[in-house]
């Protein structure tokens, strides 16, 4: 099974920071990594597919790169509906699997 | 638009089993797959499967081959997801969601999800 995992496993910021979580994933996987949101009591929601490709209707201060084994998810300035968990999965092949995810807190 | 509604919270006894399901609308049911993916609580995702809803074909991930059957009832645009031998490790939000059949393949969008509790 290809092993992602994320950094940091959580994080305090403030409105307006520039945020960066990373994934890395046990083996190259290409460009099959996705982004996803979620709050509390809610179901995840996609944010980058493809690893840099926005879905949607997602505010654009939210960017996605890297391929291979190595990605990253930016928010280019905090919001305050921005303070969630953030999570990778893989599509390459199955098992698909998650990161266990990376929690931004209010600092 | 599209959406995806499951069923709702169940409480079941260690060893028994659950069925969960998934009524897909605003796209065409059998142009895209639907997975399985739970949650335990305070813990990460986890996929499960996946069914083809055209051809009925399934991909389980292996922790849970024997134990799930995913099945669909493309007159109603549902999906189903059975967990059979339930233990107290199977407490979860179990999700639905969707994903194209090929390519570089996400989850878009999620049902609601349906809590699961087992406890005796």
């Known amino acids: 099974d290809i092993q992602m995992t994320q950094s940091p496993s959580s994080l305090s910021a403030s409105v307006g920071d520039r945020v960066t979580i990373t994934c890395r994933a046990s083996q190259s996987i290409g460009n099959y990594l996705n982004w996803y949101q979620q709050k509390p009591g809610k179901a995840p929601k996609l944010l980058i597919y493809a690893a840099s490709n926005l879905q949607s209707g997602v505010p654009s201060r939210f960017s996605g790169s890297g391929s291979g084994t190595d990605f990253t998810l930016t928010i280019s300035s905090l919001q305050p509906e921005d303070f969630a968990t953030y999570c990778c999965?893989?599509?390459?092949?199955?098992?698909?699997?998650f990161g266990q995810g990376t929690k931004a807190e209010i600092k | 638009q599209v959406q995806l509604v499951q069923s709702g919270a169940e409480v079941k006894k260690p060893g028994a089993s659950v069925k969960v399901s998934c009524k897909a609308s605003g796209y065409t049911f059998t142009d895209f797959y639907i997975h399985w993916v739970r949650q335990a609580p305070g813990q990460g995702l986890e996929w499960m499967g996946w069914?083809?809803?055209?051809?009925?074909?399934?991909n389980y991930a292996q922790k849970f081959k024997g134990r799930v059957t995913m099945t669909r009832d493309t007159s109603i645009r549902a999906a189903y997801m059975e967990l059979s031998r339930l233990r107290s490790d199977d407490t979860a939000v179990y999700y639905c969601?969707?994903?194209?059949?090929?390519?570089?393949?996400?989850?878009?969008?999620w049902g609601q999800g349906t809590l699961v509790s087992v406890s005796s």
């Open positions: 999965q893989q599509s390459f092949s199955t098992p698909w699997t």
């Open positions: 069914i083809n809803p055209n051809s009925g074909s399934t």
């Open positions: 969601a969707r994903s194209s059949i090929r390519g570089v393949r996400w989850f878009d969008p």
